[in-house]
């Protein structure tokens, strides 16, 4: 699942032009890692609600867990303008708090991979819900409508 995951992500960046020799643009490679990280997230609560294999689930809760940390990066200063981007004023007038929703949904991705790789399907669930959590959480203080 996870080499299926870094192939969709090089296909997806290649397609979009988020690789330029110039640079890469931002805006356009936070949104193709957040529409990769919704499609995780519902292979994980596809998983989960069916009562799945959820030691497969390992691979993804890393993806999360990376993609959490690298996340915020992709806010420079200047980047809140151009493109189509919902991204709120408040993460750059509250980076420090942007970093810690960040931390929070990294933590809780951590939290899946381990409990996948022990097999721990109520732990693999309780990781899902606080996974939800963060995102929820970070939506609502840096996310516009």
């Known amino acids: 699942m996870t080499r299926k995951l870094v192939l ?15 640079g890469i643009d931002v805006i356009q490679t936070r ?11 519902a292979g994980v609560k596809a ?16 993806a999360i867990q990376r993609w959490a940390l690298v996340f915020p990066t992709l806010f420079p200063p200047g980047s809140d303008t151009g493109g189509n981007t919902k991204a709120a004023p408040a993460i750059w007038t509250d980076m ?9 949904l990294s933590t809780a991705g951590e939290k899946l991979a381990t409990a996948a790789k022990a097999g721990d399907a109520t732990a693999v669930a309780a990781a899902f819900k606080e996974i939800g959590e963060a995102c929820g959480a970070c939506h609502k203080a840096y996310r516009l409508k």
């Not at 998983?47 to 890393?62: H, I, R, S, Y």
């Not at 942007?98 to 931390?103: E, L, N, S, W």
Request: aromatic share 4%; no cysteine.
């Open 8 to 22: 969709i992500s090089a296909m997806v960046l290649a397609v979009s032009g988020v690789a330029r020799a110039d």
């Open 31 to 41: 949104q193709a890692g957040q529409d990769l990280l919704n499609g995780t997230f």
């Open 47 to 62: 998983v989960v609600t069916m009562n799945g294999d959820v030691k497969t689930l390992e691979g993804p809760g890393k």
């Open 96 to 104: 420090d708090g942007f970093k810690k929703d960040a931390v929070a």
